[in-house]
């Protein structure tokens, strides 16, 4: 740890990335890229659950809500499911989801689903890598993106459905 | 966090315990820092650096600490949970505390081994270790779930591998299934003449273990039989088993033949399996003299009353016994079993992938399992070296490496062609008295007595050019190679190009997992290598183990290995199972998905969801009920459930959001 690496890394933009990784598939690929050394950018902490049939669209509401810049599911290829289908479940959250973030302001690259098995441990570094960067491309996520003409509209609105002020 | 677990758990007294483990972590994560900064987070009582947690002392510390601090809550930042989870837990359970009031944080695979920067590797450390802190208190106590095994175990797959693991098993008195896809079990290993390094005849050692696996009354086997369907967990699985048609009452055939020499083909005409198409077979055959069971089949695909109807029957007339069953249909077995060892082996590769190397072309190309056929006194030749023109080779090449440590095909070292091309070298030069030229890369012979077996060969006059083969062809440029095939190849020890003309061909071609190698990981619901490798549990420790409780692998579907190699895992693999069904009880998880009945409205979103009918709908009561034993806790349910009723244990919706609070707001 050094004094000129902190005032480095000061400099520039880090992004904040929350991964959901199953259990099976993701997990333990990250696991492999661990053990096969691969090195890949530390803006993301991984959050191990079951399966990717598990991930609540409200996790990630709470991570952008908390200050992620963006949120990665990884999961098993399809038809690789330890449970049969959670990952076609994930999917179709993630599709439904991402839709509905995109009407938000959210930006898609923000928001990712990758299919990664227990032997793709160089898939996790690709993709981490390319999030990473994709992200710091398009600066911190701003939640109040709204159209000025709107946002006073916007805000009543929400104030009705009991949000306080941001809107998401 | 919810006021429940406030007023359940009262005062929060956690410890933090950061590993070193030796510089792996230390080397990277400024680990006092992260135990210091982890002393500053709320309920945080002691924090400590240790160089193995892992190790007695570590757990020690950790035990000590428990009852000195009085603490009610655990945190280790250390590897992966998939490696010491179990470790920690039960450490923690001696301790006295409930063992799921622990949080293990992965400052290893996931922080110190993939981080280049020392400053982000512990900022990174610390968010995560912050997560932890935050989540174990909302941890509640849980009791793991021990639910009876099955005794009996499913073996699939009758090469080696299997027949090994099956007698192993079979023998400690537990009862056996083997399941074999090929009509007889036997495998390649059948398929060789001698087996290195110490030419035993590999029919002498593989055909008892064959005939013990036939007459063991403990095992049930089932040739010609596949795997449709797998249910169930660790413990207790229930199997489908597809039995293909042979069109033979298996019971009531002696394997006399009879029907064969009957058969209306007076010579055989159709590819013969076995023999790698090197002869012809019949349509009604046995595949070879010592095939177990000893049992004929028939194959529809050739027979003349399947393909016309029109046969005269000659093989019904001949059996005495009235074994022949033309109306025989595809019948399917369910069997319940504890512990399955998947032994599925390989197969070759297809050299038509190379396509300078003539395979296909020129007749005099072999691959090395039809020499192994060609020279098997059982074989097609009886033994004999003889070319498909039926001359006896002068002098034979040996590529080696084909299709193994290429980056055009596999970039992965076979294992066993530097050993099997000595072998087929020996025994070539043995009957033929040839000129042999071996081009390899390296020779790779480690093994107990294998290096021993290279240097005989040397002392032999075999030939070793190191080289890789850039191609072979049959146009000669000078008179001495007229219909010869030439090997061309650059002398890498002297540096020089060279063209050796020869007779016969013989690529050493490695080995591949099967082509449905990924259907049968999705069957089994484990896991595969990119190569389509079983993958193991952990490549050192848990070598025979997947990551699917209850079931193991052995032998080459786990990776390229000889037979001793494969013997020895077959052994580990049985003893894995052995072990399991034996102790009469398996502990689960408790990650299963469950109801809180006052907040359930009774919509039934989530029975929809499960994949296991773990849900069904109390109409009386209006709400979901769970089944705990069907629940194998994916927590999908949770997600649907509007009203937060479905909540997964370990998963809960209040220990996810602590987490991701955490790493996020960790400073």
């Given at each position: 740890m050094s004094n000129d690496s902190q005032t480095e890394n000061a400099q520039q933009f880090e992004p904040r990335i929350v991964a959901f990784f199953c259990n099976w598939c993701t997990y333990t690929a990250a696991d492999l890229a661990g053990t096969s050394r691969l090195k890949y950018a530390p803006n993301v902490r991984v959050i191990r659950i079951m399966c990717s049939g598990r991930l609540d669209p409200q996790f990630v509401v709470k991570a952008f809500r908390d200050g992620a810049d963006g949120v990665l599911i990884g999961g098993c290829h399809p038809g690789d499911c330890h449970y049969q289908e959670g990952n076609y479940k994930a999917y179709r959250r993630y599709a439904l989801f991402q839709s509905m973030l995109k009407h938000m302001g959210i930006e898609e690259e923000r928001f990712r689903l990758e299919w990664i098995s227990a032997s793709e441990g160089d898939k996790v570094q690709k993709v981490i890598n390319e999030m990473t960067e994709q992200i710091r491309a398009l600066g911190p996520l701003?939640?109040?993106?709204?159209?000025?003409?709107?946002a006073q509209e916007v805000q009543l609105d929400l104030a009705g459905v009991g949000v306080e002020g941001e809107l998401l | 966090m919810s006021a429940f677990d406030i007023q359940e758990n009262g005062d929060f007294r956690i410890g933090v315990f950061v590993c070193d483990?030796?510089?792996?972590?230390?080397?990277?994560?400024?680990?006092?820092?992260?135990?210091?900064?982890?002393?500053?987070?709320?309920?945080?009582?002691?924090?400590?650096?240790?160089?193995?947690?892992?190790?007695?002392?570590?757990?020690?510390?950790?035990?000590?600490?428990?009852?000195?601090?009085?603490?009610?809550?655990?945190?280790?930042?250390?590897?992966?949970?998939?490696?010491?989870?179990?470790?920690?837990?039960?450490?923690?359970?001696?301790?006295?505390?409930?063992?799921?009031?622990?949080?293990m944080v992965n400052i290893r695979e996931h922080v110190s081994w993939v981080t280049e920067n020392e400053y982000l590797a512990t900022e990174k450390a610390k968010a995560l270790v912050a997560a932890a802190v935050r989540r174990v208190k909302v941890h509640r106590a849980l009791e793991s779930k021990s639910v009876p095994v099955n005794p009996d175990v499913l073996v699939v797959g009758g090469g080696i591998a299997g027949?090994?693991?099956?007698?192993?098993?079979?023998?400690?008195?537990?009862?056996?299934?083997?399941?074999?896809?090929?009509?007889?079990?036997?495998?390649?290993?059948?398929?060789?003449?001698?087996?290195?390094?110490?030419?035993?005849?590999?029919?002498?050692?593989?055909?008892?273990?064959?005939?013990?696996?036939?007459?063991?009354?403990?095992?049930?086997?089932?040739t010609y039989s596949e795997i449709d369907k797998v249910d169930g967990f660790a413990g207790n699985f229930t199997v489908r088993v597809k039995r293909k048609p042979r069109y033979i009452k298996e019971e009531d055939c002696v394997g006399c033949n009879l029907c064969v020499e009957a058969c209306i083909f007076k010579e055989g005409k159709f590819e013969d399996e076995f023999n790698v198409g090197l002869s012809k077979r019949k349509p009604i055959y046995m595949p070879f003299p010592q095939a177990t069971p000893?049992?004929?089949?028939?194959?529809?695909?050739?027979?003349?009353?399947?393909?016309t109807g029109k046969c005269k029957q000659k093989c019904v007339e001949v059996c005495e016994r009235g074994a022949i069953d033309f109306n025989q249909q595809e019948e399917f077995k369910e069997i319940n079993v504890g512990a399955i060892i998947l032994a599925t082996g390989f197969k070759t590769?297809?050299?038509?992938?190379?396509?300078?190397?003539?395979?296909?072309?020129?007749?005099?190309?072999?691959?090395?399992?039809?020499?192994?056929?060609?020279?098997?006194?059982?074989?097609?030749?009886?033994?004999?070296?003889?070319?498909?023109d039926g001359r006896k080779p002068k002098s034979v090449a040996i590529i080696h490496?084909?299709?193994?440590?290429?980056?055009?095909?596999?970039?992965?070292?076979?294992?066993?062609?530097?050993?099997?091309?000595?072998?087929?070298?020996?025994?070539?030069?043995?009957?033929?008295?040839?000129?042999i030229y071996n081009y390899y890369i390296d020779m790779r012979t480690p093994g107990k007595g294998y290096e021993e077996f290279y240097d005989k060969l040397l002392q032999e006059g075999v030939h070793f050019i190191r080289g890789r083969v850039a191609e072979v062809t049959n146009w000669a440029m000078v008179p001495s190679e007229e219909d010869k095939l030439i090997i061309r190849a650059e002398d890498t020890l002297i540096g020089v190009a060279r063209r050796v003309p020869v007779d016969m061909v013989i690529l050493s071609v490695g080995l591949e997992a099967h082509d449905d190698a990924g259907e049968v990981q999705r069957l089994f619901n484990i896991s595969c290598s990119k190569e389509g490798w079983f993958l193991e549990r952990h490549p050192k420790l848990a070598p025979v183990s997947t990551f699917t409780d209850g079931i193991f692998i052995a032998g080459a579907c786990q990776g390229p290995k000889d037979i001793p190699d494969t013997v020895a895992q077959a052994g580990a693999a049985a003893a894995e199972a052995l072990a399991m069904v034996d102790i009469g009880h398996v502990e689960l998880e408790p990650n299963t998905a469950n109801v809180e009945t006052v907040m359930c409205s009774g919509c039934k979103t989530c029975i929809s969801m499960c994949p296991f009918s773990a849900i069904t709908f109390d109409a009386e009561n209006w709400r979901a009920e769970f089944n705990e034993a069907l629940c194998k806790g994916c927590g999908t349910c949770v997600v649907t459930c509007p009203t937060g009723a479905a909540q997964q244990h370990l998963y809960t919706d209040d220990e996810m959001y602590e987490e991701i609070e955490g790493v996020l707001h960790y400073v």
């Amino acid at each position: 740890m050094s004094n000129d690496s902190q005032t480095e890394n000061a400099q520039q933009f880090e992004p904040r990335i929350v991964a959901f990784f199953c259990n099976w598939c993701t997990y333990t690929a990250a696991d492999l890229a661990g053990t096969s050394r691969l090195k890949y950018a530390p803006n993301v902490r991984v959050i191990r659950i079951m399966c990717s049939g598990r991930l609540d669209p409200q996790f990630v509401v709470k991570a952008f809500r908390d200050g992620a810049d963006g949120v990665l599911i990884g999961g098993c290829h399809p038809g690789d499911c330890h449970y049969q289908e959670g990952n076609y479940k994930a999917y179709r959250r993630y599709a439904l989801f991402q839709s509905m973030l995109k009407h938000m302001g959210i930006e898609e690259e923000r928001f990712r689903l990758e299919w990664i098995s227990a032997s793709e441990g160089d898939k996790v570094q690709k993709v981490i890598n390319e999030m990473t960067e994709q992200i710091r491309a398009l600066g911190p996520l701003k939640l109040t993106s709204v159209p000025s003409y709107r946002a006073q509209e916007v805000q009543l609105d929400l104030a009705g459905v009991g949000v306080e002020g941001e809107l998401l | 966090m919810s006021a429940f677990d406030i007023q359940e758990n009262g005062d929060f007294r956690i410890g933090v315990f950061v590993c070193d483990c030796g510089i792996n972590i230390a080397g990277k994560v400024n680990v006092s820092a992260v135990a210091e900064f982890a002393g500053t987070l709320p309920n945080v009582v002691v924090t400590r650096e240790y160089k193995f947690m892992c190790s007695d002392p570590g757990q020690e510390l950790i035990q000590n600490d428990v009852k000195e601090f009085r603490l009610n809550r655990v945190v280790v930042a250390s590897c992966s949970p998939l490696m010491h989870e179990a470790t920690f837990r039960r450490a923690t359970a001696e301790a006295g505390l409930n063992q799921y009031f622990f949080q293990m944080v992965n400052i290893r695979e996931h922080v110190s081994w993939v981080t280049e920067n020392e400053y982000l590797a512990t900022e990174k450390a610390k968010a995560l270790v912050a997560a932890a802190v935050r989540r174990v208190k909302v941890h509640r106590a849980l009791e793991s779930k021990s639910v009876p095994v099955n005794p009996d175990v499913l073996v699939v797959g009758g090469g080696i591998a299997g027949i090994h693991a099956a007698l192993t098993i079979a023998n400690a008195g537990k009862k056996v299934y083997l399941v074999e896809r090929e009509p007889t079990i036997g495998g390649h290993m059948a398929k060789f003449d001698k087996t290195f390094p110490t030419l035993d005849c590999a029919a002498c050692i593989l055909t008892p273990k064959m005939s013990s696996v036939k007459a063991h009354k403990n095992i049930t086997l089932w040739t010609y039989s596949e795997i449709d369907k797998v249910d169930g967990f660790a413990g207790n699985f229930t199997v489908r088993v597809k039995r293909k048609p042979r069109y033979i009452k298996e019971e009531d055939c002696v394997g006399c033949n009879l029907c064969v020499e009957a058969c209306i083909f007076k010579e055989g005409k159709f590819e013969d399996e076995f023999n790698v198409g090197l002869s012809k077979r019949k349509p009604i055959y046995m595949p070879f003299p010592q095939a177990t069971p000893s049992v004929v089949l028939i194959d529809p695909e050739t027979c003349l009353h399947f393909k016309t109807g029109k046969c005269k029957q000659k093989c019904v007339e001949v059996c005495e016994r009235g074994a022949i069953d033309f109306n025989q249909q595809e019948e399917f077995k369910e069997i319940n079993v504890g512990a399955i060892i998947l032994a599925t082996g390989f197969k070759t590769f297809d050299p038509h992938r190379i396509s300078e190397y003539g395979y296909g072309v020129y007749p005099n190309v072999y691959t090395s399992l039809e020499i192994e056929r060609l020279v098997n006194a059982s074989g097609p030749t009886q033994g004999e070296v003889l070319m498909r023109d039926g001359r006896k080779p002068k002098s034979v090449a040996i590529i080696h490496c084909v299709g193994s440590r290429d980056r055009k095909t596999n970039a992965y070292c076979s294992r066993v062609c530097c050993m099997y091309s000595l072998k087929l070298a020996h025994l070539i030069k043995e009957r033929t008295g040839a000129e042999i030229y071996n081009y390899y890369i390296d020779m790779r012979t480690p093994g107990k007595g294998y290096e021993e077996f290279y240097d005989k060969l040397l002392q032999e006059g075999v030939h070793f050019i190191r080289g890789r083969v850039a191609e072979v062809t049959n146009w000669a440029m000078v008179p001495s190679e007229e219909d010869k095939l030439i090997i061309r190849a650059e002398d890498t020890l002297i540096g020089v190009a060279r063209r050796v003309p020869v007779d016969m061909v013989i690529l050493s071609v490695g080995l591949e997992a099967h082509d449905d190698a990924g259907e049968v990981q999705r069957l089994f619901n484990i896991s595969c290598s990119k190569e389509g490798w079983f993958l193991e549990r952990h490549p050192k420790l848990a070598p025979v183990s997947t990551f699917t409780d209850g079931i193991f692998i052995a032998g080459a579907c786990q990776g390229p290995k000889d037979i001793p190699d494969t013997v020895a895992q077959a052994g580990a693999a049985a003893a894995e199972a052995l072990a399991m069904v034996d102790i009469g009880h398996v502990e689960l998880e408790p990650n299963t998905a469950n109801v809180e009945t006052v907040m359930c409205s009774g919509c039934k979103t989530c029975i929809s969801m499960c994949p296991f009918s773990a849900i069904t709908f109390d109409a009386e009561n209006w709400r979901a009920e769970f089944n705990e034993a069907l629940c194998k806790g994916c927590g999908t349910c949770v997600v649907t459930c509007p009203t937060g009723a479905a909540q997964q244990h370990l998963y809960t919706d209040d220990e996810m959001y602590e987490e991701i609070e955490g790493v996020l707001h960790y400073v």
